[in-house]
T-cell receptor, first 115, second 116 residues
């Protein structure tokens, strides 16, 4: 079974440029998460999807960040314009929903460097 | 809001020895999940062990075991017979069982070094 796939693995951009990250969750997983992990910190949730609906986006900086999950499968996270403080690792995770499905499966993340 | 605290930024252990990583958390809920995740340089978070709060028995997975003290809100990870491949960042995480709160809240992590 394929795991959570993220691309690109690394991205270097100049500040004020746009950037996008892509995530393909495990087949059949209806819950998808985007986390941001700053250097030396634990991951923090940006947004959670149940199928195609964003059900928790309280930590997403909506002035510059946007996300979508078309057809409840793949997801894209976008930053426009990027700022120096956005440099971090962006992790995608997926899971099934309901009792007994508390385990999250993570991708390898995208490491973003904003210069 | 729930918080997770890992007070040991770095730990080291000799190969084949035992090491314990500490974690405390704060919550007003009575039932929840606790996890330890391992993050090697590849960045992928790998589940090491999980515990349901209502289960009094401590979880065990091969060389990994936890000491879950619910009243003290403590959840430490013990790694026995440490191996070089155990070297990584270890994150303690909390997950609510309440509907609508199915997110993991992570601590800041502990970097484990295994010396040969």
């Amino acid at each position: 079974e394929a795991g959570v796939v993220q691309s690109p693995r690394y991205k270097i951009i100049e500040k004020k440029q746009p950037v996008a990250f892509w995530c393909n969750p495990i087949s059949g997983h209806n819950t998808l998460y985007w986390y941001r992990q700053n250097l030396g910190q634990g991951p923090e949730l940006l947004i959670r999807y149940e199928n195609e609906e964003a059900v928790d986006d309280s930590q997403l900086p909506k002035d510059r960040f946007s996300a979508e999950r078309l057809k409840g499968v793949d997801s894209t996270l976008k930053i426009q314009p990027a700022e120096l403080g956005d440099s971090a690792v962006y992790l995608c995770a997926s899971s099934l929903r309901g009792p007994g499905h508390e385990k999250l499966f993570f991708g390898s993340g995208t490491q973003l460097s904003v210069l | 809001a729930q918080t997770v605290t890992q007070s040991q930024p770095e730990m080291s252990v000799q190969e084949a020895e035992t090491v314990t990583l500490s974690c405390t958390y704060d919550t007003s809920e009575s039932d929840y999940y606790l996890f330890w995740y391992k993050q090697p340089p590849s960045r992928q978070m790998i589940l090491v062990i999980r515990q349901e709060a209502y289960k009094q028995q401590n979880a065990t997975e091969n060389r990994f075991s936890v000491n879950f003290q619910k009243a003290a809100k403590s959840f430490s990870l013990k790694i026995s017979d440490s191996q070089l491949g155990d070297a990584a960042m270890y994150f303690c995480a909390y997950r609510s069982k309440q509907g609508g709160s199915e997110k993991l809240v992570f601590g800041k992590g502990t970097k484990l070094t295994v010396n040969p």
